[in-house]
């Protein structure tokens, strides 16, 4: 039997940022492999193997043009975790191939990140800290004039994916009713989960912290404005965890400067953000320089999920880890990737 | 039948931050009052009443010259919260007279500021966020150098009371080994729950989060040393959230400063701390102005806890709620206050 | 220092019974032992040592005669797991002296009783298993006429102590809403675990599955008859867990043979049960031969929380582990055991 | 906008068993129907329909001849839960047609319903309740001989999929370590969900209690036989959940007989059971007319899995509720039913 021919192409991420030794391990038992580093795999030694590969790992260019000639191809992985226009999707889909990415391997560090952040709007961790060392705090319960106990408070979901069933899953213990807006995820499946479905004003308008995991597509753009804003209750907290195009971010900027709700935002419209941006001296800003799910141990995951899915498919059976491309839905996340780096 | 006569001295607690609506009426249901707010009852006013007084409420002076004309008195409920000087523990042991606070009213208020703090530490979202203020900040990869995941983390509880099971129940899903030192609780106990039993030393070298709770007792100031903390693994987070006379604070402070290990304080050994104070300069600590405890639900639950046990002892059943004075520990504690705010 | 002496005397459990060799090992490190298996320690050794006893491990006749000369004696810990009247409890309240007995070691093995039950009663299973051993199954949906889900059901607890806490531990996937009637525990520890305080009528009339739970004492006998049954909604499952006195047995045995409801019960009015007894051939009622407590593993428990609090004790500090005997409610309960074999 | 079109054939399920009120008004409000019930839809009135059909709800007969006419048609959901000859799949893969089956509808029902009779085998809940019924039961700890906490038992899956996951979201609080053996299902996954993978030598052989829910595909007819029963402990419990076909029946049953372990079943290779079958009179065998699985309940939850998926494909999204048929497994699935009832 021969073995299988794998194409591993994982520019921009570095392979040893992925696969840590283990994994490297059960990645180097699965075939041969011809493998690029350091920039995307030169086209002519694409080209010259395509039509012996069984498995792509990486963000290689596969138009038409190159899949005709890919027969024995069975899954393209892209270990970026974005479904980028390098693929010829109805291509794949009619004959079979599994576009996947590992793109769930965020979820956990951002969850966490986002538990933290919301325990410190709620209870001020960061702004207690900051008055400390500017000499103005305030001891005992009256340091306490503006916390309220993330336990047992109303909490809004936006976007209820896998980066909102992480948090889910951490933030179970608080007692908090949960309430989440999802177009693309039915009632059934949050209601099983023990989450309330609701639409995005009642989301907005009766949850006292309020998560957006919502990533971006061709339709959701800006699709918090002035108006929603405007709807969320005084005092409440708002997490910002996924693309910074999905909020109005002048509007949403102007309602954390005037107090109107304190907030925390792990994204920008520009990053890095310029220096002197007012951005940075809003008081009731948590910043966070795109970092919540950067870390070593996502990376890892990644290389993680895409060997356990290359073993299975190279076993001829379907893959049940990474998130695949669907046909419905890949042209609308194609223009912007939706996960965190 | 006579109604029960209850004598209410809460000072230095306004009655209103202690007894919510709900609570103050089914307090105002158990008998009737004698009452006195804004400073310590008058002598006298307690003499005049306390023959005919089954239940007193607040931290009245009672040695055993009035406790011996105390014949109906069934308990003391302190719900300043600490076993202080102002009562004679053995005449009320020999005479079956309860000694209860509702200190734990406390426990989830500061164990969600605690897990707040330890994401914070692990993760540097205090830090991040004053990076991006002072316009130093990296983003993604880069911006996590020094973060790792509190999820798996070891976590090692320098006592196991109810702050340390508060964050217990807080930290489940984070799916963190636990170790806990506590020498007042036996290993089964802390087996049934799942932590694992240590010794002192145990969990300090081998936890990378370490969490103190222990109180203060007439046994233990500064047990928290130079040599404990050389045991503390490079990289560690080191949460102080219980009282500053349980570390040496001078050497606390060295290793942190040095960037031994990352640190947070709820406490210090002079509160407020001096403007000008170099503590609130140190990078590598999370500064808190005692502010964990002190919040208004917290203050709410002492009097939930109040009225609970009041109405099981006035129908002559025991208290289940409150933490009673114990003959073996109470003058240990007496020196010194164990609890929040 | 000299070594604690400990009157060891646990008739009628043998030592072995009690006492892995784990357990064991830490017990014979606590001290000097006089020791007596087989029977009740003879008066005149129990009157030859008691002066210099620390700690008394078993059911020993401890009136005032003889507790008067028990100077050093600090706990009586009763294996057989009640309080009954050999002890002369309030002068042991007087001189702190701690009654304690590890009863709570029976929970885990009574709740996952009380579990299996509660399925097998919702399911039909032994009911099922004896139709198909008489040639009557039906399959599929037609045998499920009467089944339900225990998912999702209306659970009430009669009885809101040890049992029923281990019960709500290992219920708690179930999503059961659950309702507790316990005149002895308050609403506010119901609540903090979840659960719904009621009356026991609202217990009786609102809940799909009834788990009783109450020892006996001297007030409650024969609490549960006619007109509480009554209460009780047809196709219910009731589950009699703790003490056949609690109820009214004929009228229960009258109810589930009509079918009004269907059963469990662990207990009887008289152990063994006669032969003939038609108890035994009602078909709408499960079996169990007092036997959901007596497991092996719960008895080694007794021992494993003997040794807990003795050490404690020996150290000079409160035992936290087993129950203690209460001023309040101790005579109530003294009647009559209230544990499980 | 036209309204779709919905081809409605859930024979042999009467619409009424798997649509509930609320369900059937959102399944109504999806489009325009052709509905036929008692029977499978003829033939005519498929092909007349077929062209305008936007979705197929039943195990209507859609090979090629008829799908290349079904233009506008985007998804079959199969209500009878398995996935049949009927359906031409590479036809359905190539061209973008969903096939769906809501069989995780089952989960729950199988999981509870395996629960209760892992605890009954444990603790021997039914055999005790016969041996009362027969006069010849025995009380306290000997009854309890052969009895074995479930609870911290070692327990193992064979088969990791929806009723094994079910099952183990249920059986958390019993603090079992658990192992699963499923070749479809890599580690990762298994892993992240707290279970240990192993082989099936390793599940059988280390195991107290094994709950086999694999399904039977076109290799694994018989995998557990003589070899592998061999494998089991003595005095460990064996429950068979899923088809009859996956293990050597007549073995099964001479091992069980002989008392070489425990065992459940809710499946025989012949249903109904022949009367005088020596089955139904083994007796450290728990029977169960196949009706784990067939519970009102479970069938609702078909119709709303259809729903909910309905909803997506008629609104462009994809489905995310009911299993998916996979190219690489579809066929290995297809010569047998899978799910129960």
Known sequence: MTRPKILLDPHPRPLASIFNAATRKRLDALGDFITHEGSRMPDAMVDAHIADVDLVIGQTRLHADRLVKAKKLRAIIDVETNFTDAIDYDYCFRNGIHVLTPGAAFADAVAESALGMAIDLARGITAADRKMRHGSESYGLDGNVDSFHLMGSAVGLVGYGDLARSLHRLIAPFNCPIKAYDPWV?????????????????????????????????????????????????????????????????????????????????????????????????????????????????????????????????????????????????????????DKT
Do not use: W
């Open 186 to 338: 039915p009632d059934y499946l949050m209601q099983r989960n023990g989450v309330a479905p609701a639409s995005l004003d009642e989301v907005l308008s009766t949850s006292k912290v309020i998560f957006v995991f919502a990533g971006v597509t061709a339709e959701n753009q800006g699709f918090l404005g002035r108006r929603e804003f405007g709807l969320i209750r005084p005092g409440s907290a708002f997490l910002l965890m996924s693309r910074a195009a999905v909020v109005d971010f002048p509007v949403f900027l102007e309602f954390v400067g005037k107090g109107r709700f304190r907030a925390a935002t792990d994204v920008f419209p520009v990053e890095p953000v310029p220096q002197g941006d007012p951005v940075r001296s809003i008081e009731g800003l948590l910043l966070s320089a795109h970092r919540t799910g950067g870390m070593p141990e996502a990376l890892f995951d990644i290389g993680r999920q895409t060997v356990a899915d290359a073993e299975l498919i190279l076993k001829g059976l379907p893959p049940v880890v990474c998130r695949k491309a669907q046909r419905e839905t890949v042209s609308r996340l194609r223009s912007k990737p939706i």
